[in-house]
């Protein structure tokens, strides 16, 4: 080996250390990537065995036409892989990834959506081993019944998946048709960010059927309430919807989404009965009437006897354990209307937790020993906050704060958070797919 592995990064250093003032930041940086350039190709051809997690920016690497050439199999130990190229190398040979027998992790950014098309001509589409793999980040536009079935139908064996849909994604005719529905058994958790183009709705979720999902989250990234790039048609009943969610342990909701009210979304959390933790956005037409229909009220006198002589509740979300609440008052023009709106948010809330805490959760037989629980006391609170420095919070969290110690029981945990990446979406990929 000519070059250095640790030669070309203490070189930057020396470089650095010693140049001149006038030097700028871009000059610095440029020659950081022409030496970190370097380092991954010299580690690619050289030592690709060692190579289990890649990571690759492919803008602007030097030689491109020539970057992974090497000999099929190479990547033998890859198991995770994360890649962006940009328009420019949109037809950037990539085979040698397909006999990377171990790669089961992988996450995909194209300005081209020809890459992931398998009819593209030359085979200058991505080449992968797509059937083993488990967990997919993948882009697509638009977002139409059959798109999320053709990813499904490539990768059999996902368990985890996300579709980040952007404006320079994939064309109309970058999957072929799936005819049919496509049974997806080892699906657990789908998470899809749309932000931009036109709005997708529940007919996504038509072509596809999915026994094994247990935590589905949607972000709606629309910048104002006004607009949406997610619509939850639900003037007609979208039964396929419902019986795809059943199974639910997490849900989360992000976004404006205007068409989804408390009371819309109060019928929906009656079909998920199992589900133990709920993230929602607080701009959700309703969302005080929601969070009182979250309310346990007398679970004692709702018990009722099954025919198997097992008891139940007729309480919604009876397994609920953790809640998180996003505000996002960036979204609002007129701060003082979120306010009017949520006035009242800190005493529903913390009547809603109250109804969910240990003593107001059990039962009791006629000896007066307390028994297990009907519907499960709240171990985790959550409450989200994006916002403007220079503008008052809602809702009023030291009012809240003061409120929830007031009702505080042992093993509750309630935590306030300002980081935008720790809710929904991202807040999965950082704890989720991307961490495995």
């Given at each position: 080996m000519q070059v250095s592995l640790r030669q070309l990064p203490l070189a930057w250093v020396k470089w650095a250390r010693a140049c001149p003032d006038e030097v700028?930041?871009?000059?610095?940086?440029?020659?950081?990537?022409?030496?970190?350039?370097?380092?991954?190709?010299v580690t690619l051809v050289e030592y690709p065995e060692i190579i289990q997690d890649l990571r690759l920016y492919v803008s602007d690497v030097e030689g491109s036409e020539t970057f992974f050439d090497m000999p099929s199999g190479s990547l033998c130990n890859l198991e995770s892989l994360t890649l962006e190229i940009d328009d420019y190398n949109s037809l950037l040979p990539t085979t040698v990834f397909a006999a990377a027998h171990r790669l089961h992790r992988v996450s995909l950014g194209f300005q081209s959506g020809s890459q992931l098309d398998p009819e593209v001509p030359d085979?200058?589409?991505?080449?992968l081993p797509w059937a083993q793999l488990t967990e997919l980040i993948i882009p697509l536009k638009p977002v139409h019944p059959a798109m999320l079935s053709a990813v499904l139908y490539r990768s059999p064996n996902l368990r985890k998946l996300a579709l980040v849909v952007t404006g320079s994604a994939l064309e109309d005719n970058a999957f072929r048709f799936i005819e049919?529905?496509?049974?997806?058994?080892?699906?657990r958790e789908l998470a899809v960010c749309l932000?931009?183009?036109?709005?997708?709705n529940l007919s996504l979720f038509d072509n596809v059927v999915l026994p094994s999902l247990s935590c589905l989250i949607i972000q709606d990234a629309s910048t104002a309430l006004t607009s949406s790039f997610f619509h939850w048609n639900m003037t007609r009943t979208p039964t396929h919807f419902l019986q795809q969610i059943r199974q639910l342990r997490k849900l989360s909701l992000e976004g404006p989404m205007p068409h989804l009210t408390g009371n819309v979304l109060l019928d929906i959390l009656a079909f998920v009965p199992l589900l133990e933790e709920l993230q929602l956005d607080a701009t959700i037409p309703e969302f005080l009437l929601l969070l009182r229909g979250l309310t346990c009220h007398q679970v004692r006198n709702e018990v009722?006897?099954?025919?198997?002589?097992?008891?139940?509740?007729?309480?919604?979300l009876p397994k609920l354990s953790t809640f998180?609440?996003?505000?996002?008052?960036?979204?609002?023009?007129?701060?003082?209307?979120?306010?009017?709106e949520l006035s009242n948010f800190n005493v529903d809330f913390v009547a809603m937790m109250i109804s969910r805490s240990p003593h107001l959760t059990q039962?009791?037989?006629?000896?007066?020993?307390?028994?297990?629980?009907?519907?499960?006391?709240?171990?985790?609170?959550?409450?989200h906050i994006t916002t403007s420095w220079d503008r008052p919070g809602v809702p009023d969290i030291d009012d809240l704060s003061k409120r929830v110690e007031s009702a505080r029981w042992e093993g509750l945990d309630f935590d306030v958070s300002m980081d935008d990446f720790d809710f929904g979406f991202h807040g999965w990929m950082r704890n989720g797919i991307l961490d495995g």
């Amino acid at each position: 080996m000519q070059v250095s592995l640790r030669q070309l990064p203490l070189a930057w250093v020396k470089w650095a250390r010693a140049c001149p003032d006038e030097v700028t930041r871009r000059e610095l940086q440029a020659e950081y990537d022409t030496h970190w350039r370097v380092l991954i190709q010299v580690t690619l051809v050289e030592y690709p065995e060692i190579i289990q997690d890649l990571r690759l920016y492919v803008s602007d690497v030097e030689g491109s036409e020539t970057f992974f050439d090497m000999p099929s199999g190479s990547l033998c130990n890859l198991e995770s892989l994360t890649l962006e190229i940009d328009d420019y190398n949109s037809l950037l040979p990539t085979t040698v990834f397909a006999a990377a027998h171990r790669l089961h992790r992988v996450s995909l950014g194209f300005q081209s959506g020809s890459q992931l098309d398998p009819e593209v001509p030359d085979g200058g589409a991505m080449a992968l081993p797509w059937a083993q793999l488990t967990e997919l980040i993948i882009p697509l536009k638009p977002v139409h019944p059959a798109m999320l079935s053709a990813v499904l139908y490539r990768s059999p064996n996902l368990r985890k998946l996300a579709l980040v849909v952007t404006g320079s994604a994939l064309e109309d005719n970058a999957f072929r048709f799936i005819e049919g529905p496509l049974v997806a058994p080892h699906l657990r958790e789908l998470a899809v960010c749309l932000s931009s183009g036109p709005p997708a709705n529940l007919s996504l979720f038509d072509n596809v059927v999915l026994p094994s999902l247990s935590c589905l989250i949607i972000q709606d990234a629309s910048t104002a309430l006004t607009s949406s790039f997610f619509h939850w048609n639900m003037t007609r009943t979208p039964t396929h919807f419902l019986q795809q969610i059943r199974q639910l342990r997490k849900l989360s909701l992000e976004g404006p989404m205007p068409h989804l009210t408390g009371n819309v979304l109060l019928d929906i959390l009656a079909f998920v009965p199992l589900l133990e933790e709920l993230q929602l956005d607080a701009t959700i037409p309703e969302f005080l009437l929601l969070l009182r229909g979250l309310t346990c009220h007398q679970v004692r006198n709702e018990v009722r006897q099954n025919p198997d002589n097992s008891a139940s509740t007729t309480t919604l979300l009876p397994k609920l354990s953790t809640f998180g609440v996003h505000f996002n008052e960036r979204l609002y023009v007129n701060l003082s209307q979120f306010g009017i709106e949520l006035s009242n948010f800190n005493v529903d809330f913390v009547a809603m937790m109250i109804s969910r805490s240990p003593h107001l959760t059990q039962s009791s037989d006629e000896a007066g020993a307390t028994s297990t629980p009907i519907v499960s006391y709240l171990r985790t609170v959550r409450i989200h906050i994006t916002t403007s420095w220079d503008r008052p919070g809602v809702p009023d969290i030291d009012d809240l704060s003061k409120r929830v110690e007031s009702a505080r029981w042992e093993g509750l945990d309630f935590d306030v958070s300002m980081d935008d990446f720790d809710f929904g979406f991202h807040g999965w990929m950082r704890n989720g797919i991307l961490d495995g």
